[in-house]
């Protein structure tokens, strides 16, 4: 698996990379991603929260999803769980598409 981690507006420290590495490790074992590139950033001005977003290639459309929190952890949490629910939300989607409801027919009766 490819990273690209950059953080605009706020340190990039170790503690930082930890919790995403740590985080980022359980989501390679569920999603198969080749390469994630993630930018975690707090606006110079107007708002005290920091976005994280990310951008997967996955199988089928990349991931690109992106949220919010007044920290690093609470916005990489907010993160996690979008990426977990669109990834879950495709593979129902292709489940009903190569196995929906198959059709039933009438019997007659004689």
């Not at 420290?13 to 390469?35: M, T």
């Not at 994630?36 to 976005?51: F, M, N, R, T, Y």
């Not at 769980?81 to 292709?94: N, Y």
Request: proline share 6%; hydrophobic share 40%.
């Amino acid at each position: 698996m490819k990273l690209k981690l950059q953080f605009h507006g706020l340190a990039d420290n170790f503690k930082h990379r930890l919790l995403i590495q740590r985080e980022l490790d359980p989501l390679a074992k569920e999603i198969p991603f080749d390469q994630a590139e993630i930018l975690i950033s707090k606006p110079s001005e107007g708002s005290d929260q920091i976005e994280a977003s990310v951008h997967l290639a996955v199988p089928g459309p990349d991931i690109r999803v992106a949220a919010t929190g007044y920290t690093v952890e609470a916005a990489w949490r907010k993160l996690s769980k979008v990426v977990r629910e669109t990834w879950l939300h495709r593979q129902r989607k292709r489940q009903c598409v190569n196995h929906g409801p198959r059709p039933t027919f009438a019997r007659a009766h004689g």
